[in-house]
């Protein structure tokens, strides 16, 4: 009786222990087993454990070196009845014929946080790359005549209008050839647009913005600041733009024409480099005298302009 209950009790192990090693499959595929040189080799690591195991992919990548590595393709995970399925693909490739063995790969897994660390071969894969065939027996073959594509009609479009531009062209560059050669060329008076129209042009632009009033203060310190100094560049041409305000004041004081506007300018820099620098919040009354400020500045200092003279048609020598 008690043999017969050891054999029992041994059986019963067995069977618990074989369950239990049954919870992890391991198992590598290809898409094929023959190939031609240069195909791409699909290969396929599959693994199917329970949730409570931690399992360790290995290093494919580098285990398999009788082939010429590709490329990873992204791995597949899912859940299905209790158990973890990955799938982890990679993509290889062979420039010459043979025939190869693909490794056995070993996944090592452990159940629980403690427990201990196993592992699982896969089964070697092998696989036979051949060459491309070619029939000797086959007559040889005229080069083909290059094929004719017709011209998309965009393509025929653009040519005409460069041509019919083309053609424009010349006949206005022959009218000025001619005028010249007969001695008289129309000149057009250059336009400049003086600095002091420029800078308010943009003062008025800045305030339909209404930047601060919409919370945006610091970007109109910035433009407002901006202008000023552009208009400082182009009215005393001075490289106003890339100076500190500090610098900027004595070059202001040393030009007889800016001396009416040093003190201003002192104001205005000084509210701009404490909302800059200092992370000063103005009052809506700074804000108001800044543009004034600036307004002030330009006017100051408008330089007077002589209109151009209406030229018609010169002689040319």
């Known amino acids: 009786m008690v043999k017969v209950f050891r054999i029992t009790f041994l059986l019963v192990c067995l069977t618990l222990f074989s369950l239990k090693a049954q919870s992890i499959s391991v198992s590598a595929t290809t898409d094929t087993t023959v190939y031609q040189v240069g195909d791409y080799i699909t290969f396929t690591l599959e693994l199917r454990y329970d949730k409570s195991m931690k399992v360790q992919i290995p290093p494919v990548k580098d285990s398999v070196k009788v082939l010429d590595y590709i490329q990873t393709l992204p791995s597949e995970k899912k859940e299905s009845d209790g158990k973890i ?24 897994y452990s159940e629980g946080k403690n427990g201990e660390q196993r592992f699982l071969a896969t089964t070697p894969i092998t696989i036979t790359i051949n060459k491309l065939q070619v029939n000797a027996q086959e007559d040889i073959r005229d080069v083909k005549e290059p094929m004719t594509i017709p011209l998309p009609w965009w393509i025929i479009l653009v040519l005409i209008i460069a041509t019919l531009g083309l053609a424009i062209g010349g006949y206005y560059l022959y009218k000025y050839w001619k005028k010249r050669k007969e001695g008289k060329v129309e000149v057009k008076p ?19 913005k209404k930047l601060w009033q919409n919370g945006k203060v610091k970007e109109y310190h910035s433009e407002v600041t901006e202008i000023v100094r552009e208009y400082f560049e182009k009215r005393f041409n001075f490289r106003a733009l890339e100076m500190p305000s500090s610098e900027i004041l004595p070059v202001l004081s040393y030009l007889e024409e800016a001396k009416v506007i040093v003190e201003i300018a002192d104001k205005f820099f000084s509210n701009a480099d404490l909302v800059k620098f200092a992370k000063f919040e103005p009052m809506p009354q700074v804000n108001d005298e800044m543009m004034r400020q600036a307004y002030e500045i330009v006017k100051l200092t408008i330089l007077a302009v002589q209109k151009p003279a209406q030229v018609g048609a010169a002689n040319v020598q």
């Open 85 to 108: 399925i990955e799938y982890h693909k990679f993509i290889f490739s062979k420039y010459d014929s043979a025939q190869v063995t693909i490794p056995s790969l070993q996944v090592f």
């Open 190 to 208: 250059e336009i400049i647009i003086p600095p002091h129209e420029i800078a308010l042009a943009k003062l008025d632009e800045l305030g339909q």
